[in-house]
Nanobody, 115 residues
Framework: QVYLRESGGGLVQPGGSLRLSCAASGFHFGINTVDWYRQALDKERELVASSSSDGSTRYEDSVSGRFTISRDNARRRLYLQMDSLQPEDTAVYYC?????????WGQGTQVTVSS
């Protein structure tokens, strides 16, 4: 059973930082690409950042240079360090993996950027 659980969301002022964590189980974490997505109110879910098993990463243009994705394969955890947060980053953030052709999602964690 694939299981993903996010934590670390909250309310932060513009310019602030948050670090999201995703705990994963049920699949071989170290050899799979795992991602962070987000979904703002009344908008489609979008890919924020990806971490591949070979160590490569990629980012959505609006977060590049502000967000950093990382992983700890031994602890089976995915992280998203978010700096210089802006109100437009407000969304529910989801951990995601495509494992054996199926999409798996965590329950999401709310990030709200507001003064």
């Amino acid at each position: 059973q694939v299981y993903l659980r996010e934590s670390g969301g909250g309310l932060v002022q513009p310019g602030g930082s948050l670090r999201l964590s995703c705990a994963a189980s049920g699949f071989h974490f170290g050899i799979n690409t795992v991602d962070w997505y987000r979904q703002a109110l009344d908008k489609e879910r979008e890919l924020v950042a990806s971490s591949s098993s070979d160590g490569s990463t990629r980012y959505e243009d609006s977060v590049s240079g502000r967000f950093t994705i990382s992983r700890d394969n031994a602890r089976r955890r995915l992280y998203l360090q978010m700096d210089s947060l802006q109100p437009e980053d407000t969304a529910v953030y989801y951990c995601h993996v495509n494992f054996r052709g199926r999409e798996y999602w965590g329950q999401g964690t709310q990030v709200t950027v507001s003064s």
